[in-house]
C-alpha cells in the first residue's frame, strides 16, 4: 500500500504512510510556507521509516538529486542536501520523494519558499520577543525574526537614553543571521552581568551598519 | 564640614554599592543632558555648567549667575522610539544659587505576545494591551561659594516610574549628587559631580524592588582664549576646552569620556566640537550657539554609534539673560544764547579793528530716559535733565544776517570811545531767538600809560567819564603821587554837581581863588570830603600817602566807620588812625590791587591808584554801568552849587587833615 503526499499552496502537508515521517530543516531552521532561504540552502532531512529505505529522491524545483539516508537511530535515518549552485530569486519548491524496502512511498513537499539574495535584507512581519513583559530573574525571553537573507547581524538593547544596554552579534551562518526565522534569546542583563530595572527596553535588529527594515522591538521587563 | 559629608557618602555608597547589587539598575534620565549645547561638546558639561542645566549637571558651577536661568529641549531619542524633555530653572540669590529641575522619557508600544501553536513562533497577542513605561526626575539643587575659588552644591532628586498596559505598576525613589567646583590657576577649573550618591531605591507597587544607577563624574575646563586674567592666552575671541570622566557605580560597567571645546568668534556666537566615547562608541559631535536678546538657541549634531540612522540633530532653547541699557530723550525746553567770547565784554583796547568770536547755539533741555533692563525679567528707570546744544540758525550781527552757525567770527573796526556790538540768533526762522551784546571801549592811550597798565581800565573810564585828565603833553603820569588839589577835582568830578565857573573865596589862605583847583577844593571842603589845616591852610599841592588817600576816598564812599577790628593789611599796627577807614574800604573791595601785599601807608598815592580806588566806589560804579550801557557820560542831574563862603571875621572851621 502506498499513500501520496500531497501539498495544497501555501502550506505543508503530507499523506503519509503509517511507518512513514519526513521532516526538514533547511540551514537549521524548520521551514514553513513563505519563509526565506538562502540561495544556496542545506536541506538536512529526517525520515522516520520503521524499515530501510529503498529509494530517495530531492527535487529543488524541476533539479532532481538522489538522497542518501544514514541510519541515526532505529527507525530514524538522516539525509543532508547542499544547493550549491545558487538559486535564483523567487519562489521555489522541495520536494522529496522516498520509498523504503516495504515498498511504501512519500512525496513531502515544501512551497512556496523564496530566495532574496539582490535587495537587503529585511526582517518579515514584526522583530517581537516572547515572553513580554518577562522577568529576568525567572526567565529569559526569546527575540524572534524572520531574515530575509543570511547575515551578520547584531542585537543591540538599550534603554530609554539609547545607553547601549547589552550587544550580541550573530555570523550569517548561525541561528540569529540565518536566512528564515532566528530566535535569540536575552536574559535581561547588561554586558556588566547585572540585571536592569523594569522599563521598556527598545532592540535594534542591524546588519551591514543599518536597522534591517521591521528589526525595531521593544521588551518589556517587569519583575513579579 | 561639606568635605566630611562627601566624603562620608561616597565612603557609605561603596559599602551600599554590593550589598544592593542583586536589584536591577534602573536608569537616571538625568543621566545624560540632551540639550544641545552639552551634546555639541561631546558631552563635557561639568566644567560648562554655568547656564541652568547645571541643575543636574553640576549645580556647583552655578554660583556665579547673574540672572535667572532657563533650559529647554524635548526630541525623540532613539530611533523616535522615545520622547524626551528637559526643562531646568536656576535662580540666583544673595543667598546662593536655587534651582529647579526635571527630566521626562516615555516609550509606549511594546506588544504582548505568545507562542503560534502551530509553529512555535512568537506572534502578537492582541488580546492584551501594550505596555507602556514613564521615567522621569525632578531635581531641587541649591549651590553656594564655599570660598574664593570653591564651590560646592547639590540637589535632590524624586524619581517616579511607572509601568502601564500589560504591565502595570509603578515606583519611587529619592536620591541626591553632590558637587563641587574648584579653580586652582585662574584659567583652569575642576569639577565633580557625584551622582546618585544616595543610590536611590525604586520599590515598586508590586513588591519587587531596583536601584538608580549613576556616575562619579570628574571633569576640568580650560579657559585657553580669552580677554581677561582668566585666560591662558589674552585674546579678544575665546575659547574653552573641557574634558568630563564618568566613572561608573551602582553595577553600571561603562567608563565614559567626553572631550570638547566652546569657540567664540564673535561675542554672540559659540562653534562647538567634541568626541564622546561611552558605551556605545566614539562619535564626532559638532554643535553651535547663537545668543540674541538673552535667549541663547544651541543645535548639535552628533551621531550615537550603535543607533544607525538615529536623528542626529539636537535643538534646545535656553534663556541667560542679558541686561540692556536703553537711553531716550524728550525735549522739555530750548534756550537760545549768544556767548561771546572775544572780545571781552567791557573790554578796553587801542585797536582800531576788533575780532569777534562768539557761539550762538540753543541748549535743549531735555528728560533723559535711562531704562536698565533685564530681558524678560526686570526693568528699572531713572529720568533726569540734561542739557545739549544746537546752533542757531538765522544769525545776525549788528542786524546784517550771516551764513554762519554755531560759533560766529567776524571783524569790526572801532571807533574811538564806545563801541557796541550785538549777535542775534534764532533756533528757526520764526522761533525762539537768543541775543547777546557785548561792548568795548576805544581810547587812544597817554604816552606813559600803556594799554598794558594795571589800571588802564579805572584810568581809560576816569578820564572817558572826565574824572581826571591828563597832562597837555598826552601824559597822565600814573606813577605820580596825586596831590590833594588833584584828588579832591577827581572826587568832585565824580559828583552830579555842576560848579559855578567863577569861584568865591575857598576859605584856605593858600588856595585863591585863581587857583585851577579852587572850585574843586571849595565844594570838597563843604562836602567835607576835606578839610584844610589848623593853619587855614589846605596844602594843595601835598602829595597825598597812601593811608591819606585811602581815608579820603573812604570818606567819599561813606562808608561807615570800623574800629576795633584786627589790623586789615599785616604792615598795619592794630591802633593805626587810619585803620577805620582802610578796613571798611578792604572789605568793600577797593582794595583789591592790594590783595596779598603789604599797605605801605606812607608810601606815596600814585594818580593810577587813585583812579583804581575811585573806580572801585559806588558811585562811580554806577557811572561806569550806565556808561557802558548807555553812553552817557555826564555825572547826571547836577546839584544846585553851594556857596561854601565864610563870612568876614568868621572863624573858619579847622579840622585836622590826616
Not at chain 2, 116 to 139: C, F, G, K, M, Q
Not at chain 2, 189 to 197: F, H, K, M, P, Y
Not at chain 2, 335 to 362: G, H, L, M, N, W
Not at chain 2, 622 to 630: G, L, N, P
Amino acid at each position: 500500500m502506498s499513500l501520496l503526499i500531497v501539498l495544497a499552496a501555501g502550506a505543508f502537508s503530507l499523506a503519509q504512510a503509517s511507518s512513514l515521517d519526513i521532516s526538514i530543516k533547511i540551514n537549521g531552521i524548520k521551514p514553513y510556507p513563505g519563509d526565506p532561504i538562502s540561495a544556496t540552502p542545506r536541506i538536512e532531512v529526517t525520515l522516520t521509516s520503521s524499515s530501510a529505505v529503498q529509494s530517495a529522491k530531492i527535487s529543488v524545483d524541476s533539479t532532481s538529486s538522489n538522497l542518501n539516508f544514514a541510519a541515526t537511530d532505529i527507525y530514524r535515518y538522516l539525509a543532508t542536501h547542499e544547493v550549491t549552485a545558487a538559486l535564483t530569486d523567487g519562489n521555489h519548491a522541495i520536494t522529496i520523494e522516498v520509498t523504503n524496502v516495504s515498498n511504501e512511498a512519500l512525496t513531502f513537499e515544501a512551497m512556496p519558499l523564496y530566495v532574496q539574495s539582490a535587495a537587503e535584507v529585511i526582517i518579515q512581519g514584526f522583530a517581537l520577543n516572547y515572553p513580554n513583559p518577562f522577568d529576568p530573574g525567572v526567565q529569559s525571553t526569546r527575540i524572534g525574526y524572520t531574515l530575509s537573507k543570511p547575515a551578520n547581524v547584531k542585537l543591540n538593547i538599550f534603554d530609554l537614553a539609547g545607553n547601549l544596554v547589552r550587544k550580541i552579534s550573530f555570523a550569517a551562518d548561525q541561528e540569529g543571521g540565518r536566512a528564515g526565522y532566528n530566535e535569540v534569546s536575552w536574559d535581561g542583563r547588561y554586558d556588566g552581568g547585572n540585571y536592569v530595572g523594569n522599563g521598556i527596553y527598545p532592540f535594534l535588529i542591524i546588519a551591514n551598519r543599518k536597522v534591517v527594515p521591521n528589526g525595531i522591538g521593544k521588551i518589556t521587563v517587569f519583575k513579579q | 564640614m561639606i568635605r566630611r559629608i562627601v566624603i562620608l557618602m561616597v565612603l557609605g555608597s561603596c559599602f551600599l554599592s554590593p550589598a544592593l547589587a542583586a536589584d536591577g539598575i534602573s536608569l537616571d534620565p538625568s543621566r545624560t543632558l540632551f540639550a544641545a549645547r552639552p551634546v555639541g561638546m561631546g558631552g563635557v558639561s561639568l566644567g560648562f555648567s554655568d547656564d541652568a542645566g547645571g541643575v543636574f549637571s553640576n549645580p556647583s558651577a552655578m554660583i556665579d549667575l547673574e540672572f535667572p536661568q532657563l533650559v529647554g529641549a524635548s526630541r525623540k531619542l532613539l530611533l523616535d522610539q522615545t520622547q524626551y524633555t528637559l526643562f531646568c530653572w536656576a535662580l540666583p540669590t544673595d543667598y546662593g544659587t536655587f534651582g529647579f529641575g526635571f527630566t521626562g522619557m516615555n516609550i509606549a508600544g511594546s506588544l504582548p505576545t505568545k507562542l503560534d501553536p502551530a509553529t512555535n513562533r512568537i506572534i502578537l497577542d492582541p488580546s492584551r494591551e501594550a505596555t507602556s513605561y514613564d521615567n522621569r526626575v525632578i531635581a531641587f539643587s541649591y549651590s553656594r561659594k564655599v570660598r574664593e575659588g570653591l564651590s560646592a552644591g547639590g540637589n535632590l532628586k524624586f524619581f517616579n516610574q511607572a509601568l502601564r498596559g500589560a504591565a502595570g505598576s509603578s515606583a519611587n525613589a529619592m536620591t541626591v549628587d553632590l558637587s563641587t567646583t574648584y579653580h586652582p590657576l585662574p584659567w583652569l577649573t575642576a569639577a565633580a559631580n557625584l551622582q546618585n550618591i544616595l543610590e536611590g531605591n525604586l520599590k515598586w507597587s508590586n513588591g519587587a524592588s531596583d536601584k538608580i544607577g549613576g556616575f562619579y563624574k570628574l571633569g576640568c575646563r580650560l579657559n585657553i582664549l580669552g580677554a581677561t586674567e582668566e585666560s591662558l592666552v589674552s585674546h579678544r575671541q575665546k575659547l574653552y576646552g573641557g574634558l568630563d570622566l564618568d566613572i561608573p557605580h551602582s553595577a553600571l560597567s561603562s567608563t565614559n569620556y567626553h572631550l570638547g571645546v566652546e569657540y567664540f568668534p564673535l561675542e554672540k556666537i559659540a562653534l562647538r566640537a567634541g568626541f564622546n566615547m561611552d558605551q556605545n562608541g566614539t562619535g564626532l559631535c559638532l554643535g553651535v550657539g547663537l545668543i540674541n536678546g538673552g535667549f541663547r538657541f544651541d543645535y548639535a549634531f552628533a551621531e550615537r554609534p550603535g543607533i544607525p540612522g538615529d536623528t542626529p540633530h539636537y535643538f534646545s532653547l535656553s534663556y541667560l539673560g542679558e541686561r540692556t541699557v536703553s537711553v531716550s530723550h524728550e525735549l522739555k525746553e530750548k534756550r537760545p544764547y549768544i556767548k561771546f567770547i572775544q572780545p571781552r565784554d567791557r573790554s578796553v583796547t587801542d585797536k582800531s579793528f576788533v575780532s569777534i568770536t562768539a557761539e550762538a547755539k540753543a541748549e535743549r533741555i531735555l528728560d533723559t530716559k535711562t531704562v536698565w533692563a533685564v530681558t524678560a525679567i526686570s526693568e528699572t528707570f531713572e529720568v533726569k535733565e540734561t542739557l545739549a546744544y544746537e546752533d542757531l540758525t538765522p544769525v545776525y550781527i549788528n542786524g546784517v544776517i550771516t551764513d554762519q552757525v554755531g560759533t560766529i567770527e567776524s571783524s569790526s573796526p572801532l571807533g574811538v570811545g564806545r563801541n557796541v556790538f550785538e549777535i542775534l540768533g534764532y533756533t528757526t526762522p520764526e522761533g525762539q531767538a537768543g541775543s547777546g551784546e557785548v561792548k568795548v571801549l576805544r581810547i587812544v592811550p597817554f604816552s606813559d600809560t600803556p594799554i598794558s597798565h594795571w589800571a588802564i581800565d579805572p584810568i581809560a573810564l576816569s578820564v572817558t567819564l572826565g574824572l581826571v585828565t591828563g597832562y597837555p603833553d598826552n601824559t597822565f603820569k600814573p606813577e605820580k603821587g596825586i596831590t590833594r588839589a588833584e584828588l579832591v577835582t577827581l572826587l568832585v568830578r565824580s559828583m552830579p554837581v555842576k560848579l559855578a565857573e567863577s569861584v568865591p573865596s575857598t576859605g584856605f589862605r593858600d588856595v585863591p581863588t585863581t587857583h585851577w583847583a579852587a572850585k574843586f577844593i571849595a565844594y570838597g571842603s563843604y562836602r567835607k570830603l576835606v578839610t584844610g589845616y589848623p593853619d587855614g591852610t589846605f596844602k594843595p599841592n601835598k602829595v597825598l600817602t597812601r593811608a591819606e588817600g585811602v581815608t579820603i576816598l573812604s570818606r567819599y564812599a561813606q562808608l561807615v566807620e570800623k574800629e576795633g577790628l584786627p589790623a586789615p593789611f599785616p604792615d598795619l599796627k592794630a591802633d593805626f588812625w587810619a585803620n577805620k577807614y582802610i578796613t571798611p574800604a578792604k572789605e568793600a573791595g577797593m582794595l583789591k590791587y592790594l590783595e596779598g601785599k603789604n599797605f605801605e601807608p606812607s608810601k606815596p598815592f600814585p594818580r593810577a591808584e587813585a583812579c583804581e580806588v575811585l573806580y572801585r566806589t559806588p558811585t562811580v560804579q554806577r557811572r561806569v554801568d550806565r556808561f557802558w550801557e548807555t553812553g552817557v557820560v555826564s555825572a547826571g542831574t547836577p546839584e544846585t552849587q553851594p556857596q561854601p563862603q565864610p563870612a568876614e571875621g568868621t572863624e573858619v572851621p579847622t579840622y585836622e587833615a590826616r
